[in-house]
């Protein structure tokens, strides 16, 4: 974040929004600016994406299945839109903490070894893919998930706008892992600031029905928590919590074999309605 800050600090902050007299490096100008640049990139990000998907990835009978809401995608626009802020908002320490130089990212490449830097990699991706595993699960316990959870299970069926149509510190919870692993290992901040893009665009993927899901390689099917998956959480609920990857709910006792491999996935069935 912090070439992106002094890009817009250059172009936009310093001529245009603030005083000469207030320091580019001054924390509370850097929380304020830091905010706006996640707030307007993750609406942006959001929308765009969502609408790309809808248009060109969902499956549109979809939105014939029985337990779509009435006016569904216009509720799960309205939740996202509402709940983006405050996301931003419990994220903005972790920018602040990435621009002043706590974390241990690193700008070159030539910092480290490239062996090195692909186990960083790794490591990166399976922290992240345990730790989401655990936290996505504890919101499903009965003491958190009705005060936190339930709101991205209204969406029974969902389309790609309930991607981020959740409880604010649902949402923040989630994306935790990506913002704790810059304290623990070194990573380079390209890389993690594309993760921040690339989770965006895997969270609306996930949640585009199956009707692509045969198209994936048949050994990938078994590793990767793909839509497919991610269908049966939300008509299931307690099965395929992962977000990468299937491994921990194999190892949890999660795992359910996708309803869509068996031909009896929510776009499916109502195809099977209309033949009748």
């Known amino acids: 974040m912090d070439v992106v800050l002094e890009l817009a600090d250059e172009h936009f902050f310093s001529p245009y929004v603030y005083p000469r007299t207030w320091p580019e490096d001054d924390v509370v100008r850097q929380s304020l600016s830091l905010y706006a640049i996640g707030l307007v990139g993750g609406i942006v990000l959001y929308l765009v994406f969502a609408w790309l998907s809808y248009q060109f990835l969902f499956e549109k009978a979809l939105l014939s299945h029985p337990r779509i809401l009435d006016n569904q995608i216009r509720k799960e626009l309205d939740v996202a839109l509402r709940s983006i802020p405050l996301m931003v908002l419990f994220q903005v320490p972790f920018f602040v903490a990435e621009v002043r130089g706590h974390t241990k990212l690193f700008d070159r490449l030539d910092e480290h070894s490239w062996q090195y830097q692909l186990w960083t990699y790794f490591c990166f991706m399976m922290f992240n893919d345990c730790l989401i595993y655990w936290i996505h699960r504890g919101l499903h316990h009965p003491l958190v998930y009705k005060h936190i959870h339930k709101e991205h299970h209204r969406w029974i ?10 409880h604010p510190v649902d949402g923040f919870l989630q994306g935790l892992p990506y913002s704790l692993f810059i304290f623990l290992m070194p990573l380079n901040k390209w890389v993690h600031l594309l993760s921040f893009i690339l989770v965006n665009y895997w969270t609306i993927n996930i949640h585009i029905g199956p009707p692509y899901a045969n198209c994936m390689p048949s050994f990938l099917k078994a590793i990767v928590n793909g839509p497919a998956h991610h269908t049966d959480h939300h008509i299931y ?31 499916q069935q109502v195809m099977k309605a209309k033949s009748l």
């Open 157 to 166: 069926v969902p389309t790609p706008f309930a991607s981020h149509a959740f």
């Open 237 to 267: 609920f307690n099965v395929n919590h992962g977000q990468y990857f299937t491994l921990w709910d194999r190892i949890g006792g999660t795992f359910r074999h996708p309803s869509v491999y068996d031909g009896n996935g929510p776009d």
